[in-house]
């Protein structure tokens, strides 16, 4: 049996009160300085070292912006929080640009527990409809109804806005009355699929509404829009056209008795193929010129007209009339009679050189209709295609270069869906909302027959000028 061996006795260990005072108080007191300095920390010390707090605001509409009142942008009215200085502001709510209203809130400084919450405190502020209002919202709409209308693919990185719900949404809101004639128009600008769901989102918010929307146009033309965007159907023609002639008078124009023919082609019913959709359309009389308006020609108006020159090119840029493009590589000269067509223009230029005409002839002159145009040329629809900007046609019996040359230009906007719409209705409403850009017609000697048909349908924003545009006049 193994010897127990034995331990020598020590002195037990104890710990000396300090200033009287046990040692065990002394580790609890430390450990609640410590929970305290380590809550003062977390708990306060940011909220003393902050100087802001949290602020989000809510309105009746969607899209209002809010600045403070020394211009300073601060957000949405979309749910957003937003950390601001605390003090004293003004907050300024505009909607598409006009000011609705001002709110004076003091934003509070918060101490306690700000690291990990955020006591957010709610400004509210009722958006109440004026004209002015109201027509800043229907001009945003119609104005940007047509830019995005100009893209038709959407991917993950490229969204689509709520144009259509969001100005439903609006229109709701501020109790519009009638926005039948703005909806059908925003309709006739659907290109995509995804901004035919959000036009059917926005019917489902007005449907109910005191908001008066509907018309006999528009219930046509969703019946079309459905078509478009789910069945994909096909339009023929209904009947062939009659035979085109026009009389030449003395000064060489052709001149035109009223016609009724149908224009376009047999096309699939979707977009972009109901550009050349048929549709029947009228043109009263007319006369056409026989060739496009020449450098000369164009000359002699900025001679008299030296608000149009080049020289004058930043102002025109500055007041919308052109782009940078502007009589580019053109020499005018009133003292050189050259015959090649006028390029490098702006729809503006031409309505200046129509007016200008008209005043110094005693006639009415004007850019041709769609309609116009396309009768006459069905009158020359047995000419070559031209494919320079210099021809010689010695068949007088009809207008020259209607088919190649230059693009020309109409007097009739672009709507994507008016050849599938009532197309008078459409170009009446593109006069009350002009952010259209027009029709251009007939090809331009880069092109071919292949290419481009009497049919064919180009268009061109009102003050963009190009080297393979130009136009003749109607009287």
């Known amino acids: 049996m193994r010897k127990k061996v034995e331990l020598p006795e020590v002195e037990p260990v104890s710990l000396r009160p300090l200033w009287g005072i046990r040692p065990g108080v002394f580790i609890l007191a430390g450990i609640a300085l410590a929970v305290i300095v380590i809550s003062f920390l977390l708990f306060v010390l940011p909220g003393l070292l902050s100087d802001s707090g949290y602020i989000r605001f809510e309105t009746n509409t969607v899209n209002t912006a809010i600045h403070t009142d020394d211009g300073k942008y601060i957000g949405s009215s979309e749910g957003s929080v937003y950390r601001l200085k605390s003090g004293d502001y003004t907050f300024v709510f505009s909607i598409d640009g006009e000011e609705a209203g001002r709110v004076d809130v003091e934003v509070p400084k918060r101490i306690f527990f700000t690291l990990f919450t955020h006591k957010t405190d ?10 002015r209002i109201e027509n800043a919202v229907k001009n945003t709409f119609a104005e940007d109804v047509v830019s ?134 009228s043109a009263d009389s007319f006369s056409i010129a026989p060739r496009l308006v020449t450098e000369y020609e164009y000359a002699l108006f900025v001679e008299e007209n030296p608000y149009w020159s080049s020289e004058n090119k930043e102002q025109l840029i500055a007041d919308g009339m052109v782009d940078e493009g502007y009589l580019s590589g053109i020499a005018l000269s009133s003292s050189i009679m050259s015959s090649r067509p006028i390029r490098n223009i702006s729809y503006y230029a031409a309505e200046a050189y129509c007016d200008w005409l008209s005043s110094i002839s005693g006639e009415s002159y004007h850019l041709p209709s769609e309609a116009e145009w396309y009768i006459a040329a069905l009158s020359a629809s047995d000419k070559p295609y031209t494919t320079s900007l210099l021809h010689f046609d010695f068949d007088t019996t009809s207008p020259s270069m209607m088919m190649g040359g230059l693009w020309e230009m109409t007097e009739t ?63």
């Open 122 to 131: 709610t400004v509210s502020f009722t958006v109440e409809n004026t004209e």
């Open 413 to 475: 906007p672009y709507i994507p869906l008016m050849r599938v719409s009532d197309y008078n209705e459409a170009i009446a409403l593109s006069s009350v909302y002009p952010y259209d850009g027009i029709i251009v017609k007939g090809g331009s000697y880069i092109n071919t027959p292949a290419e481009v048909s009497i049919e064919s349908v180009g268009v061109v924003d009102k003050n963009s000028t190009s080297q393979f545009v130009g136009f003749r006049v109607c009287r």
């Open 148 to 281: 995005w209308s100009r893209v038709i693919d959407y991917d993950d990185a490229y969204h689509f806005p709520p144009l259509f719900s969001s100005f439903a949404e609006n229109a709701v809101a501020l109790g519009f009355e009638d926005i039948s004639s703005l909806l059908l128009y925003g309709a006739l600008h659907i290109t995509s699929e995804v901004m035919y769901r959000d036009y059917l989102s926005a019917l489902s918010i007005l449907e109910g509404s005191s908001v008066a929307y509907r018309s006999p146009d528009l219930d046509d033309l969703n019946t079309n829009l459905e078509e478009i965007y789910t069945s994909g159907s096909f339009r023929n023609l209904n009947s062939a056209n009659p035979e085109i002639e026009g009389m030449q008078e003395e000064d060489g124009f052709f001149t035109y008795p009223g016609y009724t023919v149908e224009m376009g082609k047999a096309s699939e019913l979707s977009y972009p193929a109901v550009n050349e959709s048929p549709i029947t359309v």
